[in-house]
């Protein structure tokens, strides 16, 4: 896959005031600091498209970009069009309870209920053990029927020693209550690791839709 362009299009406060579901959809999420929009602007190949920022809880709302599209690896023919989307986080960020409450509330309308959403990436920070938090947020979306796939980031900031014992040690705690697990990916965004595999998955995606698109 080639990315001809990504564009920042709206952010929305809840699911009812998205753009039209016209289009297969992708949306990002993670504990607050996992490296989201650094990874969102690295599979884009644009440093500036989702604001990166030092304090955690910075995503507040769907934002959803527009992104144009070739298959394969050259740029002809008519561009894919579909959408990314950034979600706000889950965990410690300094939010008072009841704006929790909002935002969870929020982002399970939106998981649930937006029609034209293909696969909820879930970033889990590879430098650390499983944690909980992650653990109980994949059993939800499990518990909900929403298709997704677990990309652990910063595989750059630790050894490939201790990056693959805590991505083998968080497939073994999921195996505990899950009989298949979902696709994974270990990237980097500063060594673009797991880009162009991230983006196959995705043109694959969009073929598939696009031929059950045909067969209404």
Known sequence: MIIQSATYLISSPDYTKC????????????RSNVGKSSLINMLCDNHKLAKTSGSPGKTQLINHFDIKSFAGNTAAGKPDAWYLVDLPGYGFAKVSQNQRKQWEKMIENYLRKRENLINIFVLIDSRHSPQQLDLDFVNQLGEWEVPFCLVFTKADKETQRVVAKNVKDFLDAMRKTWQFLPRNFVTSAEKKM????????????NNEAAQAGNND
């Open 194 to 205: 797991g880009r162009d595999k991230m983006l196959q998955f995705i043109e694959a995606c």
């Open 19 to 30: 753009p039209k579901a016209d289009r297969p959809e992708y949306a990002f999420i993670g």
